[in-house]
């Protein structure tokens, strides 16, 4: 997109770069890639966070705010592409001859490579990031594995079934202590289901004969809902629970209230 | 090939019909010979398989009842290719009577008129418009199965139908439309088009193309026999366990893709050896149209990746058959297995659906633009680079599986590196759209609509990517949102462009303008509306493939569902134009967008061996625009 216009008064680079600026289709296409960049990191801002649950965790936090700020670094890449677009589309020809023929440009070498030196940089951004982001809750788990209380969910054709064996309860519903680390163990009794505490934004399947695990610390005290997230068969859709996360001192009672034990 | 030896041949001679089956066989033989055949399978394989209906929950009455269905689907296939002629040609090779040149030309469809679409045609240009009818037929069942799914979600409570029936209408509209769009644009165009494109009298194996169309058309009847043996729970997926446990409906299924996939291979094995074997003089690799190269990286790239998607199907249907527990943990099985082997193909499918819609598009961009591809060599790498990080992405669906989640992080790593090639792609289209002025037509405007549609699914690709953000979206809403955004706004609309650009060649008429700008409007302004409210209920934490949802989400589904009803009506009006251009529309010249690829050069009908004397080729066919 370098200046090929036909003028060749412009013998200074800055005198060059004022006048490619001062083109009426670069001004205008400036204008819109502003507009079109801003629209994207409005949309990134205002929309998820509205949009997902309430975040009751760590985890939750980080889904949220990745998919804000892709949105936002991804917005000047859409900007581009869409300013383009639009200022060729108020371009327009319209009748039934062809258009004139517009200037025979095949390629220009330093935006090829800035394009794609560009989006390898994107690219390591959102690798970079994703990759600290699994690493830290790694880590996370390592550290909190003493302290964590463990859940072991089982999945049935079409009920999610929660023990807690240091407390010696099994129930339905899915309460947990805010503050304290979870480790969810879940196994399937038929076929594929998946293990979602919507909130905590974790989620892991449920097979039969093999254990997975997934673990999060909720942050917040609040209802929380259990869905299945693999089709599963006929009720599928209905294979919820509730569940709420709570204050130690309430879950404690309630897990006696349930016949368990507190440890 | 002896065809193409003798590409002067115009007689008009037809095979004295006493002498030659081949004259008396058509769809109708082929029908009648497939039930014929189906029947005795069915009969036969019933007095050798007990079967006790009263006690259907009895595993070895759904063992055996799998055995005879299976047994019955695949026997009507065959017996159709038998009954249709298709081995006609290895059988006469056989016995040392291989086929006279005039019963090679019968079979070209040589001065038969409208009956050699119903006939097993070897003409390229009968394929093409054998394919086009067939993925309309598809899309349009897809479609209404889409608009079922959508009434029932306009309101929570699943008033409009049962469990069992949405869970159908789920799976059987995934594998209908996935099943089409993998077909889109390398059927119909990769056909009728891309031979002419390249110069070449026909394709490298001609019986081997009309094969390709009639093993996917036995498909199709097969597909649908699975609405009357009780649908399929499992979604297009297919995870087992839940596959092995399904009812019988789920062989029609099994049985689809086990056909499906042999199609592919053969057509795949064609498209390729024609592009690499039968370009015309001077047409080097770096003057081969985009389309041609965007369409033969597509099929490439399917070569590999079916036949673990056939083997998948195969040992699924050997758990419901002869229980040999390949996918199932209670006999040392593992469910992972069936999913790796599913996605192993997966991943690699969407691309081969998504690129060809990319390369129609780049096909018709410097014709209404008026100027060169930009980049030629970036729209190259772009396909290629795609192709080959897409089979080293699979398990990017499997993040939550627990399968190994150390794999996560290497498997994001090359997912997210999609993302360079995939920016090409975008850089070609804009790039050539630079200081153009846009010819409004059609064609142009899917241009628009795709990169405004393809931009939304690639940047919500981004989030899905990332592990973090998928332990919270895998399942959702979103993820159904994010792959439509792909595959129906990007290629479905690069397709519906490519529709719009090659009609003229293909019907001889031109696309009705008016009601293809509605359309177009209907549809692009629908499909926004649909899948950003689902976008948004995703978000909201809506698992996908549910029957019924809590009330909480019923604002947004009413939305989409509504969007839906603006598509579909879209879709009807852009098909009565299809159907009412080909026989009412204006006639159209020879090359009504001034293009400069081969396909132009040729009158319509195009003649049988397509040119009287192949072209030879000078430059590459983006030579538009004036200086340099």
């Known amino acids: 997109m370098a200046d090929h216009s036909a003028e060749e008064m412009t013998p200074t680079p800055g005198e060059r770069i004022t006048g490619f600026f001062k083109r009426k289709d670069v001004a205008r296409t400036t204008i819109l890639f502003f507009a079109w960049t801003i629209l994207f990191i409005v949309l990134g801002l205002v929309f998820y966070p509205k949009w997902m649950p309430i975040v009751m965790s760590k985890e939750m936090k980080s889904a949220e705010s990745i998919m804000i700020w892709f949105t936002v670094i991804s917005a000047p890449i859409a900007g581009i592409v869409l300013a383009v677009t639009t200022n060729a589309f108020l371009d327009m020809h319209r009748g039934d001859t062809p258009p004139p023929e517009g200037p025979a440009i095949r390629t220009n070498g330093p935006i090829v490579a800035i394009w794609s030196i560009g989006s390898l940089l994107f690219a390591l951004v959102a690798i970079v990031w994703g990759l600290l982001e699994v690493n830290s809750q790694a880590v996370a788990a390592s550290n909190d594995a003493k302290s964590a209380i463990t859940v072991e969910v089982t999945g049935s054709q079409w009920v999610w079934s929660f023990n807690y064996p240091a407390q010696g309860i099994e129930t339905h519903d899915l309460n947990l202590p805010v503050g304290v680390p979870v480790v969810f163990n879940v196994k399937s009794a038929d076929v594929n289901h998946s293990f979602w505490p919507v909130q905590l934004g974790v989620k892991i399947d449920a097979n039969a004969q093999v254990t997975t695990v997934t673990r999060t610390t909720p942050t917040m005290i609040g209802p929380i809902e259990v869905k299945c997230a693999e089709l599963c068969g006929l009720y599928h859709a209905y294979m919820e629970t509730n569940g709420a996360v709570m204050s130690k001192s309430d879950f404690n009672a309630w897990v006696v209230a349930q016949g368990g034990h507190t440890s | ?628």
């Open chain 2, 1 to 628: 090939m002896s065809i193409l030896d003798k590409p002067q041949v115009s007689s008009r001679q037809i095979p004295n019909p006493k002498q030659s089956l081949i004259t008396r066989l058509h769809m109708g033989t082929g029908t009648v010979v497939g039930i014929i055949f189906a029947a005795l399978t069915y009969y036969g394989l019933k007095s050798m398989y007990v079967t006790y209906t009263d006690k259907v929950a009895d595993p070895m009455t759904q063992h055996n009842n799998n055995i005879i269905l299976l047994g019955a689907m695949f026997a009507w296939s065959i017996g159709f290719l038998v009954g249709i002629g298709a081995f006609i040609g290895p059988w006469r090779w056989l016995i040392g009577k291989d086929l006279t040149d005039e019963e090679i030309l019968y079979m070209a469809g040589d001065g038969q008129g409208k009956k050699r679409y119903y006939k097993y045609c070897t003409d390229h240009k009968v394929v093409g418009i054998q394919y086009l009818v067939g993925v309309m037929t598809l899309l349009g069942v897809g479609g209404t199965m889409a608009m079922m799914i959508r009434t029932n979600l306009a309101r929570p409570g699943a008033h409009f139908v049962t469990p069992t029936v949405y869970n159908s209408l789920v799976g059987l509209h995934g594998i209908t439309m996935i099943i089409a769009m993998i077909i889109v644009a390398t059927g119909p165009f990769g056909n009728y088009i891309m031979p002419i494109m390249i110069g070449a009298y026909d394709m490298a194996f001609p019986r081997l193309n009309a094969l390709s169309w009639w093993v996917l058309f036995t498909a199709i009847p097969v597909l649908c026999s699975a609405w009357f043996l009780g649908g399929i729970p499992t979604g297009w997926t297919a995870y087992a366990p839940l596959s092995i446990q399904a009812g019988p409906g789920m062989n029609a299924f099994l049985a689809t893709i086990i056909i499906f996939a042999v199609s592919t291979a053969v057509a795949g094995m064609n498209v390729t050896t024609t592009v690499v074997a039968m370009r015309t003089k001077g047409m080097k690799w770096n003057r081969v149209p985009i389309f041609v190269i965007g369409s033969t990286i597509s099929v490439a790239l399917a070569i590999p990746a079916f036949p673990t998607f056939m083997a998948a199907m195969v040992m699924t249907s050997l758990d419901r058959t002869f229980n040999t527990g390949f996918f199932d943990a209670n006999m040392g099985g593992s469910g992972w297995l069936y999913s790796n082997l599913f996605w192993i193909m997966g991943h690699p499918e969407v691309y081969v659906i998504l690129i060809p819609g990319v390369a129609v598009l780049m096909e018709i961009a410097p014709v209404f633009v008026r100027k060169p591809l930009f980049s030629y060599n970036a729209a190259i790498l772009g396909f290629a680079g795609i192709a080959g990080l897409s089979i080293l992405v699979w398990a990017h669906h499997m993040y939550m599986a627990g399968w190994s989640p150390a794999l996560n992080g290497p498997f994001m790593v090359t997912t997210e590196m999609i993302s360079i090639p995939t920016g090409l792609l975008f850089l070609v289209l804009i790039g050539t759209l630079w200081r153009g002025k846009p010819w409004m037509k059609l064609p142009m405007l899917s241009i628009m609509a795709f990169i405004w549609d393809f931009l939304i699914g690639g940047i919500t690709g981004i989030y899905l990517s990332d592990v973090p953000a998928d332990s919270y979206l895998h399942g959702s809403m979103f993820v159904t949102a994010h792959f439509h955004f792909t595959l129906m706004g990007a290629a479905l609309t690069g397709a519906i462009g490519g529709l719009a650009y090659w009609y003229p060649k293909m019907t001889g008429r031109m696309l009705n303008e008016r009601a293809g700008y509605i359309s177009f409007w209907l549809v692009q302004i629908g499909f926004n509306v649909i899948f950003f409210g689902m976008f948004m209920v995703g978000a909201e934490g809506q698992p996908r493939r549910v029957v019924d949802y809590a009330a909480f989400y019923k604002n947004s589904n009413l939305v989409s569902t509504i969007g839906a009803y603006s598509v579909g009506i879209g879709m009807i009006i852009l098909l009565w134009a299809i159907i009412h251009s080909w026989t009412k529309g204006v006639v159209a010249p020879m090359n009504p967008w001034g293009a400069k690829t081969l396909e132009w050069t040729v009158p319509y009908p195009v003649p049988l061996t397509n040119f009287d004397e192949l072209p030879i080729i000078t430059s590459d066919p983006y030579g538009y625009g004036k200086g340099k």
